[in-house]
């Protein structure tokens, strides 16, 4: 891997040769998920945007595709630039092409603030567009080697210390890093909840996750659904998700014989967080969700496996003390749990890790009326 590395970072000398502008403004690195982007508007994101804008001026923040459409809408940051991490990393022209474009911002301040910086990624960025002033986390292991992270420190003129710890909250780092920048502790961002909500207690079930594994089986979900229904008749079921959950929302259907009102593939990203602020309870896997949920103060079940075991979810004791009782996150304790999601056991049918199909529906179904009562 070293040596694919090693050739990207050759390729990437290419873009040295373009001339760079001098300009007022800063960029700011964030190529996070949804959920992690959330996450950190809550616990750093508001002082990096103040602390760019004070040094450097106009902002502009790097985020991935799926963030990107709320980032322009929260008011932090002048512009926002898409990056796809998975293109930028296989795809040379893309690539090139992503590092010219950062290169002729001409920004007089780069800050990487996320805790997983990447050698490819955030690190080869702040080596190649000739920012003057560039700073970032001292960073962790989960994608870089201790070699790896080393090298990646040449390319920081300041390093903000953090927690590398794997069983470190993301939230705790970021914090962390937001205090080390700024000098004292994070304001978190201010979410308005959706004016006009249907009148009603409204159940959102979130289909989908960040990988097949992680999604709990549905015909246990099936059963959850089946059980609002009969003992919660006057409640609202919605179902959202992606078009790639659209099959799974035709299987619900028929498995919990419920006619609940389907949103699946028909919601942008605002929309989706629109449903989940509106919503008195949420019903996901560990994805996206979840932390749109805690952001607004809504309650939420989470069907969690152990990839990350106490990295995103749950959230610490400390982060949410007014609404931590409204969060109940269900996971069945094995072995093997923190394998960064490489599993070493056989699937189940439905395709979900071993972890996530431990989950039964009669745990699910009385963490959930917990939370209805």
Known sequence: MDVVFGALLALDNVCRLVPRRSGRQAVVIRVDAVGDHFLWLRTGAVDV???ARAEAGRVVLI???????????????????ELHELRFLI????????????????????????????????????????????IGSTGTLLRATESQ?????????????????????????????????????????QFQRPAGAAAGTCLLVALGAGGRGRVWPVDKLAMLVAHVARVHPSIRILVAGTKADAADAV?????????????????????????VAASDLTVCNDSAAYHIARAFGRKVLCLLGGGHPGAFVPYPPFFDEQTSGCASVLTVQMSCFGCDWYCVHARSASGAYKCVDEITAEAAIAALDELLA
């Not at 985020?63 to 630039?81: F, H």
């Not at 301040?109 to 080596?127: F, Y």
């Not at 992270?149 to 780092?173: A, F, M």
């Not at 919990?256 to 605002?270: A, D, Q």
């Open 49 to 51: 945007s103040r602390y």
């Open 149 to 189: 992270r080393k090298r990646g420190n040449r390319y920081y003129q300041q390093l903000v210390p953090i927690d590398g710890s794997s069983h470190t909250h993301e939230s705790s780092r970021n914090v962390q890093f937001a205090q080390g920048l700024a000098g004292h502790p994070p304001e978190a961002f």
């Open 63 to 81: 985020t991935s595709p799926a963030a990107a459409p709320y980032a322009r809408q929260c008011g932090l940051w002048d512009d926002v630039l």
């Open 251 to 275: 299987r619900l259907r028929e498995l919990s014989g419920v006619k609940f009102e389907s949103r699946v593939g028909g919601t942008s990203l605002s929309q989706f967080v629109e449903l």
């Open 91 to 134: 795809n040379p022209v893309y690539r090139l092409r992503a590092l010219h474009r950062i290169r002729r911002l001409g920004a007089a301040l780069l800050i990487q603030p996320r805790a997983s910086r990447a050698l490819w990624l955030e690190d080869a960025i702040a080596r190649v567009c000739g920012i003057p002033r560039t």
